[in-house]
Structures are given as C-alpha cells and as structure tokens.
Antibody, heavy 121, light 109 residues
C-alpha cells in the first residue's frame, strides 16, 4: 500500500519560513511527481507546484513562485516544501502533498494526510 | 489567466442522478487536459475518484463516472447516496501548470 506521511502541525510567526516533509512508502519514489496543494480555512484547493524527485526539476504556480521551494531526498524517499515570508492572511492553511504517477495519466493518485500551518505573532 | 469553473453548489435527492461540470473561462475542456475528480469531506484529505476523464480509481463505486459533455468535463453520480454529500473538485493539466476548479458543494437530501 502506497502511503504519503506528512510532518506535523506548525505554528510560525509572520515573516518566518515553514518547511513541511512528505515521505512516500510502499512504492518507488522516483516513479512519481510530487505536488503540493494549499487549502485555506473554508476555501478550495489550490495547486502550488510540483517536483520531479528523480532530477529535482520543479514547476511553480505563479502565485507562489517567489516564496516557494520544493526539494527531495531520494535516500529517504522524502519530499520537502518550504514557504517563506509567511503572512497569516495568505498562508495559514492546510498543505497537502500528492503523488502523480509518471506516464500518460496525469492526476493525484495518492494524498498525504495534510499539515496544518498557523501563522500568528 | 484562464480559470477552471465549477458550479458552486448542487442538490440532489437520494437515488437521483447529478452531473457536475468542469469548464474553462475561455475555451473548451478535452481529454488532453487529463481531467480528474476528487471528493473531499470536512477535515479530511481529498479522495481520488476519476482520472484521465473517465477512469475510476480503485475502490470507487461505479455510480461515479466521468466524461466530456460538450465543452466541459463532467462527473456523473447515478443513484446518489447520502454519503456522497461532499465537496467535489476537478483538476485540469494545462501545459506546465495544473489548476483546480473552485469546487462544488453537493447536498444530498
């Protein structure tokens, strides 16, 4: 069974940086693209970007381009999402990672459980 | 910027059929956008229902189906159950970007 397990909830001060991990088990890490998705309280899902763990290539949504950094450690099958210059209005949210199998079909096959990020002074 | 559009809300009676759609603010949706559908209940991670326009994910009941209807992708629920009351999101792959629709809140009553 493929699982994506994310790191725990975070509380950050405005202006800080948050780093969330997402560990894949039960399959080959480099067979997937890893996407990150934001969901603000009471709002819909928003795509942030994706990472190819095999070569480190990234694609970022325009909204997050300046503040988002995605990376992976293939020795531990773990992806990381780092978001900087946090503000409570924009960045307090649940963040999900999702695994998209490489190949002809493009979709989020597996989901992490989500990580809550609170931003408060 | 092209937006992905969904009905904000929909209501269906138990046992009824409902069609949720996923369109573009400009242009038509086709299978080349790899439409996929996700179900989310409050406090839970999304669940994958449909990918590649019409392929059901493992374990998804066959009352859920996907297609292209006119210029939109569609999620059809045939014989809706009370447990289908959820938020539904479509996703489109547009070149190097991926976009979610705004979601449809489905009420079953």
């Amino acid at each position: 069974e493929v699982q994506l397990v994310q790191s725990g909830a975070e509380v950050k001060k405005p202006g800080a940086t948050v780093k969330i991990s997402c560990k894949l088990s039960g399959s080959t890490f480099t067979d997937y693209y890893i996407h990150w998705i934001q969901q603000a309280p009471g709002k819909g899902l928003e795509w942030m970007g994706l990472l190819d763990p095999e070569d480190g290539e990234t694609i970022y949504a325009d909204k997050f381009q300046a503040r988002l950094s995605l990376a992976a450690d293939t020795s531990t099958d773990t992806a990381f999402m780092e978001l900087s210059s946090l503000t409570s209005e924009v960045d307090a949210a649940v963040y999900y990672c999702a695994a998209d199998p490489k190949g002809d079909s493009n979709y989020f096959r597996h989901w992490g459980q989500g990580t809550v990020v609170a931003v408060s002074s | 910027q092209i937006l992905v559009t969904q009905e904000p809300s929909f209501s269906v009676s138990p046992g009824g059929t409902v069609t949720l759609t996923c369109g573009l603010s400009s242009g038509s949706v086709s299978s080349s956008f790899h439409p996929s559908w996700y179900q989310q209940t409050p406090g839970q991670a999304p669940r994958t229902l449909i990918h590649s326009t019409r392929i059901r994910s493992s374990g998804v009941p066959d009352r859920f189906s996907g297609s292209i209807l006119g210029n939109k992708a569609a999620l059809i629920i045939t014989g809706a159950q009370t447990e289908d009351e959820s938020d539904y999101y479509c996703v489109l792959y547009m070149g190097t970007a991926v976009a979610f629709g705004g979601g449809t809140k489905l009420t079953v009553l």
